[in-house]
């Protein structure tokens, strides 16, 4: 595995822990101060790491957990990457019961002025159906 995946799992996997945790201050947390965020299940274009927490307080609440499906992490240079793929989630619904969503996903990831990899950009969308 490249440097470059490595980082990438672990930067995912550190999300991912981050919303088992419950608290939209620690996932937000991860965004930087100037992120972009298009959500999956929001109509909405979040800007920045207040905006990105006000999605998760109520996301969070559907107790998602999620798995990446496939991926490709795309080297942009020293200290910055795009990792895309597709990933489900498991979400409470309405009638109390555990539901699917499939999505795709992008995440940017930038390494900050104090060493810590930060989210630029997320985009996540609900996976279209295909009508044969």
Not at 33 to 60: C, I, M, Q, V
Request: hydrophobic share 35%.
């Amino acid at each position: 595995m490249e440097e470059i995946e490595k980082v990438a799992e672990e930067n995912f996997k550190t999300w991912a822990d981050s919303l088992l945790t419950k608290d939209p201050k620690k996932v937000a947390d991860l965004y930087a101060e100037d992120a972009t965020f298009l959500p999956t299940l929001s109509p909405d274009f979040k800007l920045g790491k207040s905006e990105t927490k006000e999605y998760f307080e109520h996301f969070l609440l559907k107790n998602p957990e999620g798995e990446i499906k496939s991926e490709v992490v795309q080297d942009l240079g020293r200290f910055c990457y795009l990792h895309s793929g597709l990933y489900d989630f498991e979400v409470n619904g309405l009638d109390g019961k555990r539901n699917p969503v499939e999505a795709r996903f992008s995440f940017v990831w930038r390494k900050d002025s104090d060493g810590k990899w930060r989210i630029i950009h997320h985009h996540s969308s609900v996976r279209p159906k295909l009508n044969h």
